[in-house]
């Protein structure tokens, strides 16, 4: 029975021309998006490898010179860009693409796609995630806002419910009516754009199943609005009612409730300036061990304990390079200095995302947003994770230069000079994304209140049909 | 059979019906006339339960309509004033999907008998109901009746605003499934037809059956009468 119900609804639908127009234009919309994303991507992809590449050959053709000043000279590590960042380019655009690594200083990603563009660029981007994220759930509402009350006001509605059909198989078959051309469509966007993903030269990084588990993702979320769609549509008498409803429903969810929930973060736990933030580590570092100031307070700390150690009482004396050392020692300092800084930021992030997290009540939009950036590797926790490796990386390199001085070369030997041998010798920037399993763990709870709400609102959809007026 | 005991509604205190009750046996036609306002769709709706009664019972076949609606919905077919169907569908598409609905379903050649012995002409049955006439409509609601095999036909002035001929022919059709046992509850306001038509005549008034005889203790004009006196 619930077939035939489907099967009339799609008949219906399919012959009344706004449908047609409405699938049409979204169909439109998703393939020129993922088009131009594509386009987008290899350009990007191709930019990347090339600059990488030129950045390694600057680095190991440096000419001969103390490890020390390539520290300072240093290199460029280069964040990749995902296969899945063609379907949802999260934050992408405004955290840039590479960072500088040099001795002594943690700098922040630079280079972001934002900057790039014309403040036009604000009016919208035709990007997939646009389109899956806000078209769709409008899409869903313009079939299904009048799929109840249409037969209502027709009339329809008092032979149907006098066939003796059970509210249960109604509202099933009128919600399957909705989600089947919804999920025609979206598994076709996925299947494209998958197949687009897996013939890209460079496809190592691209697997189908998180592909897979991110239409679930959408398709739960269309869910929740259809759920709502038809729960709207039966306990409202007009179908012009149930379609204004609906709009602010859908304004609210996925306009208002991010924008209020991001004022709200800001508002509770607040980011330190780009000012503020480094006067703080600046005031720590001047407060610390300076590698490079042989006559600060710390470094002479460490001088008299170095010398006791050995037991010699010039650091002439000592069985290494002094300078060396003394320069390590202070970069360590300083990471610790970068670190403890960092991992503040970190715990606002964390914070916010707890309010985030808490909004998701209050709205399917943030769940399904945060899973969308999270899976597709766009999200901050993945730009977060690219500036640790990086960081680490750049303390390896900095204290494999340094260790080569301590280790060749004799205290106050600033002649010393190592060669290209050296710099081959240090690895290169490889960088391995955040795990999926990683991911899937760390997203677990967004999953869960999308999942609630998928099951509440159907719950209510179904009381409401269940309760519906049948004139 | 039909049995409304003492069938009561209200509205926020208002009372809508009073204490109704009445029978209608297997092969009666049970003709409800009265004023708009007088509770003839009430007392359909209640049988339907697509409202529920504040107190009193709306009996199909001895099952209660509040206590099992899905249950009692099954042996009845209703066919409102102004029958609407799919406009976008054709007859036959309309046909099959509420026999479906009523766990019936049929081959095609099958619908087209039923939409045929309805009287709706076979050109019509593969065309959009938007093209139809109401009389149209209507057949398609009698097919549909026919199709589901109901013990119990509730018709609210279904004859309304069809011409005479549609008119005479769905007259025609009902006295055949009486006679095939189906007990018919009709409101209407044709005193004729409910004269010719009908097995029995209610009157009813303000919520209240004040009437109830056999079309055989009653000729046109003294029913006009009897009517009117009330109406007054």
């Keep these: 029975m619930i077939r035939e119900i489907v099967r009339k609804e799609l008949l219906e639908i399919f012959r009344e021309g706004r449908f047609r127009v409405a699938l049409l234009t979204v169909a439109i919309l998703v393939v020129t998006a993922i088009g131009v994303g594509r386009q987008y991507y290899r350009q990007v992809n191709e930019q990347h490898e090339a600059a990488r590449r030129n950045a390694r050959s600057e680095w190991v053709s440096q000419g001969s010179k103390n490890p020390h000043s390539a520290a300072h000279y240093g290199t460029y590590a280069f964040k990749p860009k995902y296969p899945m960042s063609l379907l949802d380019n999260g934050v992408d655009k405004y955290s840039g693409v590479s960072i500088y690594l040099e001795a002594h200083k943690r700098n922040d990603a630079q280079y972001m796609a934002a900057q790039d563009q014309t403040a036009l660029s604000r009016f919208g981007d035709l990007s997939p995630d646009f389109i899956l994220m806000f078209m769709v759930p409008l899409f869903i509402i313009l079939i299904a806002f009048n799929s109840v009350s249409r037969e209502r006001e027709s009339g329809t509605l008092r032979v149907m419910m006098s066939q003796g059909i059970s509210p249960w198989k109604l509202a099933s078959g009128k ?98 300036t780009q000012l503020e933030f480094e006067e703080q580590i600046a005031e720590d570092k001047t407060n610390g061990l300076n590698g490079h100031d042989p006559w600060n307070a710390e470094s002479k700390k460490l001088e008299a304990e170095t010398l006791q150690k050995y037991g010699v009482d010039s650091v002439k004396k000592l069985p290494f390079n002094w300078d060396g050392y003394l320069m390590q020692k202070g970069e360590e300092h300083e990471a610790e200095i970068y670190f403890k800084h960092y991992q503040v930021l970190k715990e606002i992030y964390q914070k916010q995302s707890k309010v985030y997290r808490t ?113 | 059979m039909l049995e409304a005991v003492n069938l009561s509604k209200s509205y926020n205190g208002v009372s809508a019906l009073k204490g109704v009750s009445f029978k209608v046996n297997k092969g009666d036609i049970f003709c409800l006339l009265g004023a708009n306002g007088a509770g003839k769709t009430t007392t359909i709706n209640l049988f339907l339960n697509f409202i529920s009664p504040t107190s009193g019972q709306a009996l199909i076949n001895q099952v209660d309509t509040a206590q099992q609606p899905l249950a009692t919905k099954k042996m009845l077919a209703y066919i409102p004033e102004n029958l609407m169907l799919y406009p976008n569908l054709t007859g036959v598409e309309n046909l099959h999907y509420f026999s479906a609905l009523a766990g019936r379903k049929y081959p095609s050649a099958e619908l ?121």
């Design chain 1, 359 to 471: 909004s998701a009540a209050l709205s399917p939009f943030l769940p399904a947003r945060f899973l969308s950036m999270a899976l597709c590797r766009t999200d901050y926790h993945a730009h977060w994770h690219f500036a640790d490796e990086a960081e680490k990386y750049r303390l390896m390199l900095v204290g494999r230069l340094n260790g080569d001085m301590v280790d060749n070369s004799r205290t106050g030997q600033w002649d010393y000079r190592a060669d290209e041998k050296l710099w081959r010798a240090v690895p290169d920037f490889a960088y391995e994304p955040v795990r999926y399993q990683s991911i899937v763990e760390a997203n677990a709870g967004h999953f869960l209140v999308l999942l609630a709400w998928w099951v509440l609102s159907g719950v209510g959809m179904l009381v409401a049909v269940r309760q519906m007026k049948v004139f």
């Design chain 2, 112 to 232: 087209t008998n039923y939409l045929n012995e309805a009287g709706l002409q076979e050109v019509a049955h593969h065309q959009r109901v938007s093209t139809y006439s109401k009389g149209m409509r209507q057949k398609v609601g009698v097919a549909i009746a026919l199709a589901k095999k109901a013990d119990v036909l509730l018709l609210d002035e279904p004859t309304s605003g069809l011409d005479p001929k549609a008119s005479n022919e769905f007259a025609a059709l009902l006295k055949k499934l009486s006679e095939l046992g189906v007990a018919t509850l009709m409101a209407t306001h044709d005193l004729f037809r409910a004269i010719e038509t009908g097995t029995h005549i209610g009157i009813m008034k303000e919520g209240n059956l004040v009437e109830s005889m056999t079309t055989d203790q009653i000729n046109h004009q003294d029913l006009e009468r009897l009517y009117l006196k009330h109406m007054n």
């Design chain 1, 175 to 272: 919600w399957l009516a909705v989600f089947t051309p919804v999920a025609v469509l979206t598994g076709l966007v996925f299947l494209v754009g998958g197949v687009l993903l897996a013939n890209l030269e460079d496809f190592g990084l691209f697997s189908w199943w998180p592909l897979i588990l991110l239409a679930l993702v959408y398709l739960l979320y269309y869910g929740v609005f259809i759920n709502v769609s038809i729960l709207v549509s039966a306990s409202v008498r007009k179908s012009s009612l149930a379609f204004v409803l609906l709009l602010g429903i859908w304004i609210l969810s996925c306009l208002g409730m991010p924008k209020a929930t991001s004022v709200v973060a800001d508002a509770l736990y607040p980011y330190p």
